[in-house]
């Protein structure tokens, strides 16, 4: 009787001594599982972080091709194109072969429309330069500037006063336009510039049209915590405005 | 007479035997403890290659030290901790390799990024520890 109690005794100890083993390695054994996801979650972050990185570089590297010049600083993104800008076809063939390349290469898909828009987020404040013109779309405080060869003979406005803000500083080889004013959305206020050679047409957005030789204009538009993207799908260029210096500059 | 101890019928055989096996299981228990860290942590060196490779890559990339296509000048500029092979294949200039042989007893990262040297190219690169 007793020997068989003793025995009793001995089996139920290995038994806790067993499942004690067990629950631990089964423990241990989760928590490296958890450790190898840990490790492979880590690796393709590291992986894609990378690949968007390189991307976002070489976009930037292919958008200096354009001509256009983005800085950004506090309160402004100022964006300075020629107008008419003969590099953009160049650019967009350049920046299309690239996506061409990384799509075929990558197993990546861009949404790439309107590569040669300038995007900010989330106003949609849009620029982009389109044969003898300069296009500012959603923009309500925006500041214009460029220099001529000639003189500034005439500057004539027609506007309506309302709330959109629109700052010129256009100076010739003698005279000069500049002035701020208040224009009415909904009106398609203009400014006449030496009889048409250049003529700004501002409602919800602006175009500047230029009937002569090119010229290199400056648009500098007001933003509050915005960001800014290259063509309107690639949402992963968006980039904050103190990126943008780096990045985009 | 031995005197029972306990009120065990078995005498205290039994629960020394039980100490005893305590004792060993705490012994095992704090030598699998010990040796945790080392399981658990065992990806890390594979991790910082991971982490450190790419990121040699991404900052010349922004330099434009890419640009050269020159594989001996790139793996000049690499850290010495590592080896690398490096493949680079571009669309005008075509498939430029180097001889490096990888080894098969090791961890190798690999991995391949697209980039802009006035034509379209994409690097792979191969890397392990020393």
């Known amino acids: 009787m007793v020997k068989i109690k003793k025995g009793m005794l001995l089996t139920l100890g290995l038994m806790l001594i067993a499942l004690e083993l067990l629950a631990f ?3 241990m054994n989760t928590k490296n599982l958890d450790s190898n996801d840990f490790f492979i979650e880590m690796y393709e972050y590291n992986e894609l972080n990378t690949f968007f990185s390189v991307i976002e570089k070489n976009s930037q590297e292919i958008f200096d091709l354009s001509g256009m010049v983005v800085n950004v600083n506090q309160n402004n993104v100022i964006i300075n194109s020629q107008v008419p800008n003969s590099n953009l076809n160049y650019y967009e063939n350049e920046i299309n072969s690239y996506y061409d390349f990384v799509e075929t290469n990558f197993e990546y898909e861009f949404g790439r429309n309107n ?4 995007i900010l987020e989330p106003s949609s404040v849009t620029s982009y330069v ?7 779309i959603n923009t309500n405080n925006t500041k214009i500037e460029f220099e001529i060869e000639d003189n500034i003979t005439s500057c004539n406005w027609n506007t309506q006063p309302g709330e959109i803000k629109i700052e010129v500083d ?7 336009c500049v002035e701020t004013k208040f224009v009415d959305s909904e009106y398609l206020n203009n400014l006449n510039i030496n009889s048409g050679d250049f003529i700004i047409y501002i409602n919800e ?3 500047v049209k230029n009937n002569i030789n090119p010229i290199n204009v400056t648009a500098t538009i007001n933003k509050n915590d915005q960001k800014i993207a290259l063509g309107a799908n690639l949402t992963y260029l968006a980039l904050n405005y103190n990126e943008a210096i780096t990045i985009l500059k | 007479m031995k ?9 205290n055989k039994g629960m020394w035997f039980t100490v005893d096996a305590i004792f060993a299981l705490l012994l095992v228990l704090v030598v699998i403890m010990l040796s945790y860290n080392h399981l658990n942590y065992s990806n890390m060196p594979n991790a910082a290659i991971t982490l450190d490779v790419n990121d040699q890559f991404i900052v010349m990339d922004k330099l434009n030290e890419l640009d050269s296509l020159d594989i001996v000048a790139i793996k000049a500029e690499l850290k010495d901790k590592y080896e690398y092979k490096i493949e680079i294949n571009c669309e005008s200039s075509g498939l430029i390799n180097d001889s490096s042989a990888i080894p098969e007893t090791k961890f190798i990262f690999s991995n391949e990024i697209p980039f802009y040297a006035n034509e379209n190219c994409r690097l792979r690169y191969w890397s392990w520890l020393k």
């Open chain 1, 115 to 118: 590569v040669t828009h300038l």
């Open chain 2, 3 to 11: 005197k029972k101890n306990l009120f065990l019928n078995s005498g």
């Open chain 1, 25 to 27: 390695f089964a423990l």
């Open chain 1, 170 to 176: 256009i100076k010739g080889q003698s005279g000069s």
């Open chain 1, 130 to 136: 389109r044969g003898d013109n300069l296009f500012i």
């Open chain 1, 205 to 207: 957005s602006i175009r």
